[in-house]
């Protein structure tokens, strides 16, 4: 069994604290998700749920799957991880499979993540393992409850927390960071950043180029009344994000961090005296040979595309294209009422739209 001291798993999940703007601190992480892998796993460990030498499974993206993998390498669990065809690349599956875990790859006829596929097959491994264990990182309050530390690194740093920003997939690290924040800080407005054709948001669910955010599924752990304002990134303006970070900072993140960060900038920007955080949560090692590669891009139908200074604001929900940033005011209201009031307005599609559907 491989061991490490606990302490090296503490160090890859804290950000380094980065200064974007001179009112914009970033978090930026290793392995954000291993900051709730470790939390559910410790805390089953220690109310008995999870016992030495369980098969635990999830259904993963990215990662939380390499979290829980690393994880259960060094306290002797196994693992199944299922994804889908779309989402994992085959040196990334690879490097999971190194590590121990048992990679299932679906097929993604849709191109959206075949989220319902991966849970059946998930409920049908459970349904055979005695000694199963699934992390639920959907749906577990561990998810949410982890994040009270960023909270307190982000209020070490900064003193006073005005706004959030930070991506929605799972709705762990956004709505439980706005959770404790709101504790101390009520005023607090949170920015939630989805992409387009995820239905976290209102939104029909459809083919999605940007992964790392966005679900095709809603998580119990998504807490809409939370969010004061929702900006949707497509794939292209997160990919320059990126670049710019790079560029400009140092910072060598993957496109869902350029996405949270594409949106926090301009918050910094438009209001000079609010101190803004934002939550970037993924490097960009797994990204070198697609967004940091010249030749990838250069096949991207419309690359390289209009760089974006400002969303595009709309006044009822619907998606866009890749290369297109749009915003909504969601005033902390759940995703009922939001699309209840859709459904009763007589409100016309904002223009453009519909550019992409």
Same mark, same amino acid.
């Given at each position: 069994?491989?061991?490490?001291?606990?302490?090296?798993?503490?160090?890859?999940?804290?950000?380094?604290?980065?200064?974007?703007?001179?009112?914009?601190?970033?978090?930026?992480?290793?392995?954000?998700?291993?900051?709730?892998?470790?939390?559910?796993?410790?805390?089953?460990?220690?109310?008995?749920?999870?016992?030495?030498?369980?098969?635990?499974?999830?259904?993963?993206?990215?990662?939380?799957?390499?979290?829980?993998?690393?994880?259960?390498?060094?306290?002797?669990?196994?693992?199944?991880?299922?994804?889908?065809?779309?989402?994992?690349?085959?040196?990334?599956?690879?490097?999971?499979?190194?590590?121990?875990?048992?990679?299932?790859?679906?097929?993604?006829?849709?191109?959206?993540?075949?989220?319902?596929?991966?849970?059946?097959?998930?409920?049908?491994?459970?349904?055979?393992?005695?000694?199963?264990?699934?992390?639920?990182?959907?749906?577990?309050?561990?998810?949410?409850?982890?994040?009270?530390?960023?909270?307190?690194?982000?209020?070490?740093?900064?003193?006073?927390?005005?706004?959030?920003?930070?991506?929605?997939?799972?709705?762990?690290?956004?709505?439980?960071?706005?959770?404790?924040?709101?504790?101390?800080?009520?005023?607090?407005?949170?920015?939630?950043?989805?992409?387009?054709?995820?239905?976290?948001?209102?939104?029909?669910?459809?083919?999605?180029?940007?992964?790392? =955010?966005?679900? $095709?599924?809603?998580?119990?752990?998504?807490?809409? +009344?939370?969010? !004061?304002?929702?900006?949707? #990134? *497509? %794939?292209?303006?997160?990919?320059?994000?990126?670049?710019?970070?790079?560029?400009?900072?140092?910072?060598?993140?993957?496109?869902?961090?350029?996405?949270?960060?594409?949106?926090?900038?301009?918050?910094?920007?438009?209001?000079?005296?609010?101190?803004?955080?934002?939550?970037?949560?993924?490097?960009?090692?797994?990204h070198a040979e697609t967004v940091y590669s010249d030749d990838w891009l250069a096949a991207l139908p419309g690359w390289p595309c209009k760089e974006l200074?400002?969303?595009?604001?709309?006044?009822?929900?619907?998606?866009?294209?890749?290369?297109?940033?749009?915003?909504?005011?969601? =005033?902390?209201? $759940?995703?009922?009422?939001?699309?209840?009031?859709? +459904?009763?307005? !007589?409100?016309?599609?904002? #223009? *453009? %739209?519909?550019?992409?559907?």
């Amino acid at each position: 069994m491989v061991t490490f001291d606990v302490d090296y798993f503490r160090d890859l999940e804290t950000p380094r604290l980065a200064l974007l703007a001179p009112n914009l601190v970033a978090a930026a992480f290793p392995l954000m998700k291993l900051m709730p892998a470790r939390y559910i796993l410790d805390r089953a460990a220690s109310n008995g749920e999870l016992k030495a030498g369980s098969h635990i499974v999830e259904t993963t993206s990215g990662t939380f799957g390499m979290a829980v993998a690393l994880l259960a390498a060094a306290r002797g669990y196994r693992l199944t991880l299922v994804t889908a065809s779309t989402l994992i690349d085959a040196k990334y599956k690879a490097r999971l499979e190194r590590i121990g875990a048992t990679v299932i790859a679906l097929d993604d006829p849709r191109g959206d993540g075949n989220q319902p596929g991966r849970l059946e097959r998930l409920q049908e491994i459970l349904a055979n393992e005695p000694d199963g264990f699934w992390t639920r990182q959907y749906d577990s309050p561990g998810n949410w409850l982890a994040y009270a530390r960023l909270a307190e690194l982000f209020i070490r740093a900064m003193g006073k927390v005005d706004c959030l920003v930070g991506c929605v997939g799972t709705g762990g690290s956004l709505c439980g960071t706005a959770t404790f924040l709101r504790t101390v800080f009520p005023h607090l407005t949170v920015f939630a950043v989805d992409t387009h054709r995820s239905i976290l948001f209102g939104q029909p669910v459809g083919k999605r180029m940007l992964r790392g =955010l966005g679900n $095709s599924v809603l998580p119990k752990n998504v807490r809409h +009344e939370l969010v !004061d304002e929702i900006h949707w #990134v *497509g %794939a292209y303006p997160a990919y320059k994000s990126a670049h710019r970070l790079l560029r400009q900072h140092g910072l060598f993140m993957g496109p869902t961090s350029g996405a949270a960060a594409l949106v926090a900038q301009w918050i910094a920007a438009t209001l000079p005296d609010a101190q803004v955080a934002v939550i970037m949560p993924d490097e960009g090692h797994r990204h070198a040979e697609t967004v940091y590669s010249d030749d990838w891009l250069a096949a991207l139908p419309g690359w390289p595309c209009k760089e974006l200074s400002e969303p595009r604001t709309l006044t009822t929900i619907a998606p866009a294209a890749e290369t297109q940033w749009t915003r909504f005011l969601w =005033l902390r209201r $759940s995703l009922d009422d939001v699309l209840k009031t859709r +459904e009763a307005s !007589d409100v016309p599609p904002a #223009v *453009g %739209a519909a550019e992409n559907l």
